[in-house]
């Protein structure tokens, strides 16, 4: 079958590959900052294979500039709604950035490390578009761990 792709895909042989990871974040501000540290601590563990290009846009003026600055993101503020402008918003932080692959993380999720050894395969076989069929919610109320297997 014939594929309808009529751009180059990419291909991060022989070089580390460049991922942007792209949230928004509004109000949370102590987990948001949990997990964009998870992320800083994701950069250096697999700088020798990727290179992350975290980015946010974020509602809160100085104290969501001061989370994202801290952790190393790239940050725009944007108005709160309407959330689609807010998340383009962050996007558009990597248009020039030469990026080979694109991953949407709420400011409430976690990745570990496989998740990026895993993409880094996915972008090297030319893989267009990936998600997860398997993840896990902690429920922080009653401590709960619960998988949803897609």
């Not at 959330?83 to 030469?98: C, E, F, I, T």
């Given at each position: 079958?014939?594929?309808?792709?009529?751009?180059?895909?990419?291909?991060?042989?022989?070089?580390?590959?460049?991922?942007?990871?792209?949230?928004?974040m509004?109000?949370?501000?102590?987990?948001?900052?949990?997990?964009?540290?998870?992320?800083?601590?994701?950069?250096?563990?697999?700088?020798?294979?990727?290179?992350?290009?975290?980015?946010?846009?974020?509602?809160?003026?100085?104290?969501s500039?001061?989370?994202?600055?801290?952790?190393?993101?790239?940050?725009?503020?944007?108005?709160?709604?309407?959330?689609?402008a807010?998340?383009n918003?962050?996007l558009?932080?990597?248009r020039?950035?030469?990026?080979?692959?694109?991953?949407?993380?709420?400011?409430?999720?976690?990745?570990n490390?496989?998740?990026?050894?895993?993409?880094?395969?996915?972008?090297?076989?030319?893989?267009?578009?990936?998600?997860?069929?398997?993840?896990?919610?902690?429920?922080?109320?009653?401590?709960?761990?619960m998988?949803?297997?897609?």
């Amino acid at each position: 079958m014939s594929s309808v792709v009529t751009e180059k895909q990419r291909s991060c042989s022989g070089r580390p590959c460049r991922v942007g990871i792209v949230s928004a974040m509004w109000q949370r501000l102590e987990l948001t900052d949990l997990v964009f540290s998870h992320i800083a601590d994701m950069k250096a563990a697999v700088a020798p294979f990727m290179e992350l290009l975290p980015v946010v846009a974020g509602s809160e003026g100085d104290a969501s500039r001061a989370v994202a600055e801290q952790n190393v993101f790239s940050y725009r503020e944007v108005e709160n709604l309407p959330l689609g402008a807010k998340w383009n918003a962050a996007l558009s932080l990597l248009r020039d950035q030469d990026v080979d692959g694109v991953v949407i993380l709420g400011s409430d999720d976690l990745l570990n490390e496989r998740f990026f050894h895993v993409l880094k395969t996915l972008v090297d076989e030319g893989c267009q578009l990936a998600g997860l069929d398997t993840f896990f919610v902690l429920e922080g109320r009653n401590g709960r761990l619960m998988e949803w297997r897609g």
